[in-house]
T-cell receptor
């Protein structure tokens, strides 16, 4: 089964850059890497998705090394509203074995 | 972006009641919809995958007679928790994807908090 490993929690201060790394050693050739953000009592929200190298959008960057066994979500300048749980999800092909959410990383941003 | 609407957002009912939760994709056709369950401070656990017009595929340990899933159209899937008991109290979340969800992200609803008294 595809499995991801992330730090359980991280603390930061407003204005800092936050990098959250996810390990996915048994990623398959067809697997994409997707990151989601979840606030309490809400469904996850899509942040960013990538396959290799670097992807950037208006809210985050995603760095994926050549071996693709890990990925790093980078939030450039966090604010209090970025306090949430962040999940990385690997796969999504026609195999639901891949749709396994890990523990997620609980990010707490302080003023 | 793609919008998935889930209704109701919260249900409180007595033990033995059956509860239906709806999941709608508002601006795209969702060939595949997923149902998850999330307990407090835990991660999402996939319960079942439903494809339009066919029977749902349940994950191991999920009772199909307990959690009835119907995906009658490309924009609507329903989850019915039959004869709910307090241990069924949880946060239920649906998501929707196009057929080729290998490189398209899932779009999640905002969840339904089910409380069984």
């Amino acid at each position: 089964l595809a499995k991801t490993t992330q730090p359980i929690s991280m603390d930061s201060y407003e204005g800092q850059e936050v990098n959250i790394t996810c390990s996915h050693n048994n990623i398959a050739t067809n697997d994409y890497i997707t990151w989601y953000q979840q606030f309490p009592s809400q469904g996850p929200r899509f942040i960013i998705q990538g396959y290799k190298t670097k992807v950037t959008n208006e809210v985050a960057s995603l760095f994926i090394p050549a071996d693709r066994k890990s990925s790093t979500l980078s939030l450039p300048r966090v604010s209090l509203s970025d306090t949430a749980v962040y999940y990385c999800l690997v796969g999504g092909s026609y195999n639901t074995d891949k749709l396994i959410f890990g523990t997620g990383t609980r990010l707490q941003v302080f003023p | 972006g793609a919008v998935v609407s889930q209704h109701p957002s919260r249900v409180i009912c007595k033990s033995g009641t059956s509860v239906k939760i709806e999941c709608r994709s508002l601006d795209f056709q969702a060939t595949t919809m997923f149902w998850y369950r999330q307990f407090p401070k835990q991660s999402l656990m996939l319960m079942a995958t439903s494809n339009e017009g066919s029977k749902a595929t349940y994950e191991q340990g999920v009772e199909k007679d307990k959690f009835l899933i119907n995906h009658a159209s490309l924009t609507l899937s329903t989850l019915t928790v039959t004869s709910a008991h307090p241990e069924d109290s949880s946060f239920y979340i649906c998501s929707a994807a196009t057929d080729d969800y290998s490189n398209q992200p899932q779009h999640f609803g905002d969840g339904t908090r089910l409380s069984i008294l």
